[in-house]
């Protein structure tokens, strides 16, 4: 601990630090809270950071259902998630404190705007007295500040009216944690500028709250301590912060560059995807045509049709909108056209909650289409692994003509953290041999000898004219047959494919050692949660190992030895255990799920008590 030598207050050195801004879902909090990563980001280091909003497009002021939040672990160290419990937390009003408080470390500082505090505040949130006076918060180092007026005071110059000018305070309480953890507040001066530019009294107003809120933390008596976190030892390289949303779109844009091809995405706007649909639409210079259909059906078959036609085709949704695409999808089973529909998982069944995280699709994505029809299945496992399994997808799909669903979700598509930019020049070609007018012996269901793919004519080809659509084809000719034998011989020479594919896929790669007592295996989202804890383990001397599976349908190579290798496999995963099912299903191997479906992610402290608890019962 040392004492900085301007103001005498104590200045400590924390290798990481939670933080979360909680308010009204008119607060603000999401844009200061990503103003405040980015600057971590800048600063050098790790983050992980993940907002919080309301199902209710705008619900009652001041209620608990209105509540939004942005969460931001950063540190000078690897960070996977955006941290169990924040230390600081910064409540703009009664309902926001309540919601958040059971999150908050004990001893956490607590930052709250005591205007907000008045008797009507206080009934919205369900408050029978005032927390700030009633001894409640006794466990938490609690520090009022009259954030509403001194926004007012510092604001005032502006000539903004009494209603816009309130709405800068949440640049007041920026101001306070960027001192508090030794942050610059230059950068976002600079960014005010370029954001207001054109209407430059807003961009005055929020500067003024955001120095006034830095000044006032640095001059007032109520903060003693302010911390600093140093840059983290990443590897050499550029770097930018990313959503998984954004990845996603990124991922798309960087494959289809390397497939030599137009990328088109159709899509019907749906949380919690629509920002794919809304990054992809900025980038029209790299090729990328965006469709915005009028259903779920049409964005799918606008996607198939664009493959047809030599794009890569590409479309996205959340849960309810795959169960409406699911008829489609078998389409392009049929037709053996490369595809990928992202599905960004959220809380269900039907309307659900649908700001809230779920793993529950899973099944829907192995199964859920008429017929005997194989896809591919993948799954992303971080903010930034959304770029290369998008990479990934287009690869499958447009080397092995096939559909690709690939899986994200809430949890994910709204967290951030740091990708390091690829090289452009080290990305694989993925270009693909089409046949010409030129091309000996073409026939559309001709296949190739290895990966069993039948080539991708373009429509309008001299010589390469041929049928489409969802009836069964005959082998190699592609006429349409209803030959019980041919029927047979198509279906099993497209789950062939599709198997074939675990052969260009790398194996299946346990973190830690190859065999012990535990073997913790996940997908998706929750890789974060359970890295660090198994990493936790591991550092007391337990024998536990990660198995994550990035690749679903197929598996990779050796997940049936890496799970013999272990007395004892437990399945974390946000439903109720659908992965579990499909690896019993595919190996008869005993395994113990651990279910959580209640629309968050696992916190690390869960997981380190299943994995005591299972490592205790033998």
């Known amino acids: 601990m040392d004492t900085c030598p301007t103001n005498g207050k104590q200045f400590v050195e924390v290798q990481q630090a939670t933080v979360r801004f909680a308010g009204d879902s008119g607060d603000g909090m999401q844009l200061v809270g990503s103003q405040f990563a980015d600057i971590a980001s800048l600063m050098g280091n790790a983050i992980r950071?993940?907002?919080?909003?309301?199902?209710?497009?705008?619900?009652?002021?001041?209620?608990?259902?209105?509540?939004?939040?942005?969460?931001?672990?950063?540190?000078?160290?690897?960070?996977?998630?955006?941290?169990?419990?924040?230390?600081?937390?910064?409540?703009?009003?009664?309902?926001?404190?309540?919601?958040?408080?059971?999150?908050?470390?004990?001893?956490?500082?607590?930052?709250?705007?005591?205007?907000?505090?008045?008797?009507?505040?206080?009934?919205?949130?369900?408050?029978?007295?005032?927390?700030?006076?009633?001894?409640?918060?006794?466990?938490?180092?609690?520090?009022?500040?009259?954030?509403?007026?001194?926004?007012?005071?510092?604001?005032?110059?502006?000539?903004?009216?009494?209603?816009?000018?309130?709405?800068?305070?949440?640049?007041?309480?920026?101001?306070?944690?960027?001192?508090?953890?030794?942050?610059?507040?230059?950068?976002?001066?600079?960014?005010?500028?370029?954001?207001?530019?054109?209407?430059?009294?807003?961009?005055?107003?929020?500067?003024?709250?955001?120095?006034?809120?830095?000044?006032?933390?640095?001059?007032?008596?109520?903060?003693?301590?302010?911390?600093?976190?140093?840059?983290?030892?990443?590897?050499?390289?550029?770097?930018?912060?990313?959503?998984?949303?954004?990845?996603?779109?990124?991922?798309?844009?960087?494959?289809?560059?390397?497939?030599?091809?137009?990328?088109?995405y159709a899509s019907y706007p749906i949380t919690p995807a629509s920002e794919v649909l809304h990054e992809l639409a900025r980038h029209?210079?790299?090729?990328?045509?965006?469709?915005?259909?009028?259903?779920?059906?049409?964005?799918?078959?606008?996607?198939?049709?664009?493959?047809?036609?030599?794009?890569?085709?590409?479309?996205?949704?959340?849960?309810?909108?795959l169960a409406l695409k699911t008829e489609a999808l078998g389409l392009a089973v049929m037709t053996e056209l490369p595809l990928v529909a992202i599905n960004v998982q959220r809380a269900g069944p039907s309307t659900g909650m649908p700001t809230k995280t779920e793993q529950a699709d899973l099944n829907m994505a192995l199964y859920g289409r008429h017929?005997?029809?194989?896809?591919?299945?993948?799954?992303?496992?971080?903010?930034?692994?959304?770029?290369?399994?998008?990479?990934?997808?287009?690869?499958?799909?447009?080397?092995?003509?096939?559909?690709?669903?690939?899986?994200?979700?809430?949890?994910?598509?709204?967290?951030?953290?740091?990708?390091?930019?690829?090289?452009?020049?080290?990305?694989?070609?993925?270009?693909?041999?089409?046949?010409?007018?030129d091309t000996p012996n073409f026939a559309p269901y001709r296949r190739d000898a290895k990966t069993l793919a039948r080539p991708w004519a373009i429509p309008g080809t001299p010589g390469l004219e041929h049928r489409i659509g969802g009836l069964e084809k005959e082998d190699v000719t592609g006429v349409v047959t209803y030959d019980a034998a041919n029927h047979r011989r198509m279906v099993e020479q497209r789950a062939r494919k599709i198997a074939g594919i675990a052969d260009d896929i790398p194996p299946a790669k346990v973190e830690g050692a190859p065999s012990g007592d535990l073997l913790m295996v996940g997908w998706g989202s929750t890789y974060g949660a359970i890295a660090a804890a198994v990493r936790q383990a591991q550092a007391e001397g337990r024998a536990v190992s990660h198995l994550h599976l990035r690749h679903l349908n197929p598996l990779p190579r050796g997940v049936e030895s890496a799970l013999r290798a272990f007395r004892k496999v437990l399945v974390p995963e946000n439903n109720t255990g659908q992965l579990s099912a499909y690896l019993r299903s595919q190996f008869s191997v005993p395994i113990r799920p651990l279910t959580k479906v209640e629309g968050r992610p696992f916190l690390i402290r869960e997981l380190r008590q299943a994995i005591e608890e299972t490592l205790k019962h033998e």
């Open 284 to 321: 029209k210079e790299f090729d990328v045509r965006v469709i915005q259909c009028e259903d779920e059906i049409a964005a799918c078959c606008a996607a198939i049709g664009a493959s047809f036609a030599g794009a890569v085709g590409a479309t996205g949704t959340s849960g309810p909108g």
């Open 371 to 437: 017929g005997e029809a194989p896809l591919v299945v993948l799954a992303a496992a971080t903010p930034a692994d959304c770029f290369p399994m998008a990479f990934e997808a287009v690869r499958l799909a447009t080397r092995y003509m096939t559909p690709v669903i690939l899986l994200s979700d809430s949890f994910l598509a709204n967290s951030a953290e740091a990708l390091a930019i690829p090289d452009p020049d080290r990305l694989p070609d993925l270009r693909v041999a089409a046949p010409t007018k």
């Open 49 to 264: 950071s993940i907002p919080d909003f309301p199902s209710e497009i705008r619900a009652p002021v001041g209620t608990l259902a209105g509540v939004s939040g942005y969460q931001l672990n950063f540190g000078d160290e690897e960070i996977s998630t955006p941290g169990d419990s924040p230390f600081v937390l910064v409540a703009m009003n009664p309902a926001a404190l309540k919601v958040s408080l059971p999150d908050v470390q004990p001893g956490g500082i607590i930052i709250v705007n005591q205007d907000e505090f008045a008797p009507a505040n206080l009934a919205k949130a369900r408050y029978p007295a005032n927390p700030l006076e009633d001894g409640s918060l006794a466990g938490y180092r609690v520090i009022p500040v009259a954030i509403t007026q001194l926004n007012e005071e510092a604001t005032r110059p502006s000539g903004l009216s009494g209603s816009q000018r309130a709405r800068c305070k949440n640049f007041f309480a920026l101001g306070i944690v960027l001192w508090l953890y030794d942050r610059r507040v230059q950068p976002v001066l600079e960014w005010l500028m370029t954001k207001f530019r054109k209407t430059p009294e807003v961009m005055a107003a929020n500067g003024a709250s955001l120095r006034a809120g830095y000044n006032f933390a640095n001059t007032t008596e109520l903060f003693r301590v302010h911390y600093h976190v140093a840059p983290a030892q990443l590897p050499k390289g550029r770097y930018r912060r990313v959503t998984g949303n954004e990845a996603l779109a990124l991922g798309c844009i960087a494959a289809a560059h390397q497939v030599e091809r137009c990328l088109v």
